[in-house]
């Protein structure tokens, strides 16, 4: 999609961001492996159509690794993912970073297509951990996508 302009988010991005993962979440915070972020307080890139968002990445660096937090696409099947996808790349290699990891659930079948399909490999599965993030955040739902019990993450990795 070459009318779409990625780039990355900058401070005064932060309470429209806020609105967004509101929107997109359900929750200005999200939950992953036992930690609560605030998406809107993190870098990431954002994709533009026509003046609106379209899709959103957040991100955080910690050592040689560089995590995916959020990834929001509202135009699917468009290429904005995968645009985000290659931002967030190219800023974790700038960054010095060995290894891009995500965490999903285990009802998002749809992720974990997109994820392996752009290079991500599943590295494992952490059974009850979604169980456990409903003591951090009690509005994750029970049930997932086509009413698959929402009980586990599993995490991907890309080796850069």
């Known amino acids: 999609m070459s009318d779409v302009e990625i780039r990355p988010l900058a401070a005064a991005d932060r309470a429209w961001v806020a609105q967004f993962i509101v ?7 999200v939950v992953a492996h036992g930690r609560v972020y605030y998406p809107a307080e993190l870098p990431g890139f954002a994709a533009f159509a026509d003046g609106r968002c379209v899709g959103l990445l957040s991100y955080e660096l910690a050592g040689d690794a560089c995590e995916i937090v959020t990834l929001d696409s509202l135009l699917e099947g468009r290429g904005i993912g995968s ?8 800023a974790a290699r700038a960054a010095g970073c060995a290894r891009l990891w995500l965490i999903t659930t285990n009802d998002n079948m749809r992720a974990l297509h997109f994820y392996q399909k752009r290079g991500f490999a599943l590295v494992a599965v952490h059974r009850g951990a979604v169980d456990r993030a409903r003591a951090l955040k009690p509005a994750i739902p029970t049930l997932g996508f086509g009413g698959i019990p929402l009980h586990d993450e599993i995490e991907l990795e890309r080796w850069l």
């Open 83 to 90: 645009r985000l996808i290659a931002a967030v790349l190219a």
């Open 23 to 29: 929107e997109q979440w359900g929750d200005a915070m």
